[in-house]
């Protein structure tokens, strides 16, 4: 079958973050798959948005650079009228900088002098204001993000984090202009553009300013931002006829097999979910990371203790811990050990639960999703309705399982309530 051609093509820097942008795209109207990588040739589905996610964000710049520039030419085959390259909405990057250089290249590319940034996303907390990233209430220098091992934000103010990485003028269209509207904020950008400006910061603080920024948006060739701005951009094709407005964008196939969680992330929410399945009776495994380190056949004995209780309903394989636990463990294994054995051990319980049955899979963890997703030889993930904001249930074919539909749901860290397992699966119907 030849794809009819997508409207907009995305370049996501991480994998869960490409999944947050999926999910508001099908909430604001347009069928959305997200792939793996950059795809090896050309869809076989018709889709209006296409997310091409990779794991760009921490790596060295021109590596990042080289992989988006890939999945931009792939985009542009593909047919797409827009591009979105799409950051965290904590505006995460290294002190090198990776956001100002891949921006810089995607424009090169494209033949293009003019684009926005704005990681604003309302509904998560995320807003700019004057230039300046509010985590909830605090600044994101004052936030927690300052303490993030990897990429520590230090700075609220986006122009001056922005301009040392770009070679281009960095400017900024202030909330009294977006609060004006469509025609004020296409009339301020076509100014900072005859001034030399190459990449305007965008205020936003309301689901109300994203739906002003989407129309002033119509026809600029690449916009660079969070997963919020997406929210504002289907009513452009909508206006033109190019997108139905009544199209059922998250339908998947009705959910079968058996079902499990496999979570590998520490954070609190994640902590959270994993006390209350546990308190409410649900059969649940804890991997202690130390038995990995040593000898004995931890896959073995959880694929062995599951393998009859996988009729009677979800379980849970967690290696989800305290931060003291964790804390303990890393003291002993290193943090990086620790981590990649976690991983490699979770990757593996989820191949064998497939190869077992299993047909519908939560995943909790950034970096565990991506180890899970990766050892199931996931290319392409359908997006279906949402679970909780940031997370929504997807379907994907499995080599590990015969070919198998999946559906999974993958959750980074601190998304969700502490009901959220349950909650999950709660949404499906069908025959299990
Ligand atoms: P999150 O989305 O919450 O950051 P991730 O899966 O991205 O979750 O990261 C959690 C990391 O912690 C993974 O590398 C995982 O393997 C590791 N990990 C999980 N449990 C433990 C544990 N008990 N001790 C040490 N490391 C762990």
Redesign the pocket.
């Known amino acids: 079958m030849t794809a009819t051609r997508p409207l907009l093509g995305c370049v996501a820097d991480d994998f869960?973050g490409a999944t947050d942008l999926a999910n508001n795209l099908v909430r604001a109207g347009m069928r959305t798959i997200q792939t793996i990588g950059v795809p090896d040739g050309p869809l076989d589905v018709n889709v209006d948005a296409v997310v091409v996610a990779l794991k760009s964000r921490t790596i060295a710049p021109a590596e990042a650079v080289a992989q988006s520039l890939a999945a931009l030419h792939w985009l542009l085959d593909a047919g797409v009228q827009q591009v979105y390259f799409k950051y965290c909405s904590t505006f995460d990057s290294t002190a090198e900088g990776n956001i100002g250089p891949v921006i810089d290249a995607l424009l090169d590319a494209m033949n293009e002098d003019f684009t926005i940034a704005c990681p604003a996303f309302p509904e998560n907390q995320r807003t700019v204001f004057k230039g300046h990233l509010f985590v909830g209430e605090q600044l994101l220098g004052d936030s927690p993000m300052r303490h993030h091992p990897l990429t520590p934000m230090t700075d609220a103010n986006l122009v001056r984090v922005l301009q040392p990485q770009t070679r281009r003028k960095v400017g900024l269209v202030p909330y009294d202009v977006v609060a004006r509207g469509s025609a004020a904020i296409v009339e301020r950008c076509a100014a900072l553009r005859a001034d030399g400006v190459g990449i305007a910061v965008l205020d936003a603080i309301s689901n109300d300013d994203l739906m002003k920024i989407g129309p002033a948006l119509a026809g600029m060739r690449l916009v660079t931002a969070g997963s919020g701005i997406a929210i504002g951009l289907p009513q452009n094709w909508q206006a033109t006829g190019e997108l139905g407005t009544d199209v059922p964008t998250d339908a998947l196939p009705l959910a079968s097999g058996w079902r499990a969680v496999i979570s590998?992330?520490?954070?609190s929410?994640?902590n959270a979910q994993v006390t209350q399945f546990v308190a409410a009776g649900g059969p649940a495994f804890a991997?202690?990371?130390l038995a990995l380190a040593s000898d004995g056949d931890v896959v073995g004995d959880v694929l062995r203790w599951a393998r009859p209780l996988l009729p009677k309903g979800p379980l849970l394989v967690?290696?989800?811990?305290a931060p003291e636990?964790?804390a303990t463990?890393?003291a002993k294994?290193g943090?990086q050990r620790?981590?990649?054995?976690?991983?490699e051990a979770?990757a593996r319980i989820a191949s064998g639960l497939v190869e077992r049955g299993v047909r519908v899979l939560v995943v909790?963890?950034?970096?565990?999703?991506?180890?899970v997703v990766q050892a199931l030889g996931i290319r392409q993930l359908a997006i279906g309705p949402q679970i909780a904001p940031g997370v929504p249930w997807t379907s994907a074919r499995s080599p590990v399982g015969g070919g198998a539909t999946l559906h999974v749901a993958l959750?980074?860290?601190?998304f969700g309530g502490p009901d959220f397992f349950m909650q999950a699966f709660d949404m499906l119907e069908g025959p299990r």
């Open positions: 869960t590998g992330s520490c954070s929410a994640t991997i202690d990371p967690y290696a989800t811990a636990a964790v463990v890393q294994l943090a620790a981590g990649a054995l976690v991983e979770l909790a963890g950034g970096e565990t999703s991506g180890a959750k980074s860290g601190n």
